[in-house]
Antibody
Framework: QGQLVQSGTEVKKPGASVRVSCKAS????????IIWVRQAPGQGLEWLGW????????KYAEKIQDRVTMTTDTSTTTAYMDLRSLRSDDTAVYYC??????????????WGQGTMVAVSS | DIQMTQTPSSLSASVGDRVIITCRAS??????LNWYQQKSGRAPKLLIY???SLQSGVPSRFSGSGSGTEFTLTISSLQPEDFATYYC?????????FGQGTKVEIK
């Protein structure tokens, strides 16, 4: 069935960096991609980027492409998202999700539980 | 970027009601449209993919339709566990974008 388990809450100061991890289990890790999405308090869902667990190809949202790095470690079946130069508007719950190909398109079928990142001085 | 607009932003309904949520894309996206349900404090859950295909394990009271730029999510008979926020999401191109959400509340 598959499961994604994320790292815990982070509290950071403006200008700092954060790493969020996403541990996959119950499926063949390299067969699927991983996307990262965030949700600011009371707001909707914002797609941040995608990474292939097979070959490391990635695409980032233009809004954060200069501050984000997404990686995977196939030996530990873990995906990581590093976000640098944190600002107060980066405060959000960050989710990872598995990308599955369905009927010629793709969708996000397994989600992590979310990681709260709070940025405050 | 493709903009996704959902209507209404919120609605109040009773158990047993038929509920319809609309999602419009700012450009043609064929049938590359997914629907998710998110309950308070929880991660989103995939309901419908490719506009009308029901994800495994999702109750048949959920259905999706549409193509091109206009799509609908229908809940045929609202159940207590369906009170949540629903998001559409296009998978036509990158960046993938979501609608702003429709909150379904108890009347």
């Amino acid at each position: 069935q598959g499961q994604l388990v994320q790292s815990g809450t982070e509290v950071k100061k403006p200008g700092a960096s954060v790493r969020v991890s996403c541990k996959a289990s119950g499926y063949t890790f390299i067969t699927y991609g991983i996307i990262w999405v965030r949700q600011a308090p009371g707001q909707g869902l914002e797609w941040l980027g995608w990474i292939s667990a097979y070959n490391g190809n990635r695409k980032y949202a233009e809004k954060i492409q200069d501050r984000v790095t997404m990686t995977t470690d196939t030996s530990t079946t873990t995906a990581y998202m590093d976000l640098r130069s944190l600002r107060s508007d980066d405060t959000a719950v960050y989710y990872c999700a598995r990308v599955v190909s369905l009927s010629g398109t793709d969708a996000f079928d397994i989600w992590g539980q979310g990681t709260m990142v709070a940025v405050s001085s | 970027d493709i903009q996704m607009t959902q209507t209404p932003s919120s609605l109040s309904a009773s158990v047993g009601d038929r509920v319809i949520i609309t999602c419009r894309a700012s450009q043609h996206i064929s049938r590359y449209l997914n629907w998710y349900q998110q309950k308070s404090g929880r991660a989103p859950k995939l309901l419908i993919y490719a506009a009308s295909s029901l994800q495994s394990g999702v109750p048949s009271r959920f259905s999706g339709s549409g193509s091109g730029t206009e799509f609908t999510l229908t809940i045929s008979s609202l159940q207590p566990e369906d009170f949540a926020t629903y998001y559409c999401q296009q998978s036509y191109n990158t960046p993938r974008t979501f609608g702003q959400g429709t909150k379904v509340e108890i009347k």
